[in-house]
């Protein structure tokens, strides 16, 4: 299958700064890329759609100035998340799908705001 | 509205008795099914899916699920559990388009007794 790679795998970060997430699709071209949150013991909820080229999409409710999302190439999408808090913790997945497959999901990356 | 249902939030089971975790959905169009499983701290493997023909459809592991369109169901089973299985499970619905993000249900979390 696909390889979606994530980086960094965990960051710990201190209040207020901020701290940028990098999901590259390996060995396909993605147009669209999907940021998630997943809070623990719970389920993944979708935060935004990454389009190349263009503005990310972004769900009802999320702050939109302080989780940037960048797609500058085909192959590389980009969250950053400003000026964080501590209630920004979270582990935060990206996932990518081809046409008629199912999301290729990277790692995750589990963000630490002390 | 879309949406995935898992009834069950954790479930044990012994070593080598059979499992099964349910999956509901609630879709407009033609569903596309999967189920993902999630070791901690990991991010999500692909088990199964489910586009199109035999109802009955064959994953990784030993897992199989059963597609039942009159029951908006997609339930995961398993002959045999082995305690390697202890994990979080999610199903989740989606359409076949590469610009759609999956919607996952809120996942059923594994416990195997020996």
């Known amino acids: 299958g696909a390889v979606v790679s994530q980086h960094p795998s965990w960051v710990i970060c201190k209040s207020g700064t901020s701290v940028k997430i990098e999901c590259r699709s390996l060995d396909f071209q993605a147009t669209t890329m999907f940021w998630y949150r997943q809070f623990p013991k719970q389920s993944l909820m979708l935060m935004a759609t990454?389009?190349?080229?263009?503005?990310?999409?972004?769900e009802q409710g999320v702050e939109k100035d302080k989780f940037l999302i960048n797609h500058a190439s085909l192959t590389l999408s980009t969250l950053t998340v400003t000026s964080a808090h501590p209630e920004d913790s979270s582990f935060y997945i990206c996932s990518a799908r081809l046409p008629n497959t199912e999301a290729f999901f990277g790692q995750g990356t589990r963000l630490t705001v002390v | 509205a879309q949406s995935v249902t898992q009834p069950d939030i954790h479930i044990t089971v012994s070593e080598g008795a059979s499992l099964e975790l349910r999956c509901n959905y609630s879709y407009g169009a033609t569903p596309y099914l999967f189920w993902y499983v999630q070791s901690p701290g990991q991010g999500l493997q692909l088990l199964l899916k489910?586009?199109?023909?035999?109802?009955l459809v064959q994953g990784i592991k030993g897992f199989e699920a059963e597609f039942k369109r009159s029951q908006s169901s997609f339930n995961l089973r398993k002959p045999s559990v082995h305690w390697s299985d202890a994990a979080e499970y999610f199903c989740a619905v989606g359409a076949n388009q590469a610009g759609t993000a999956l919607i996952f249900g809120k996942g059923t979390t594994l416990s195997v007794s020996s």
């Open positions: 489910y586009f199109s023909g035999d109802t």
């Open positions: 990454s389009n190349e080229g263009s503005k990310a999409t972004y």
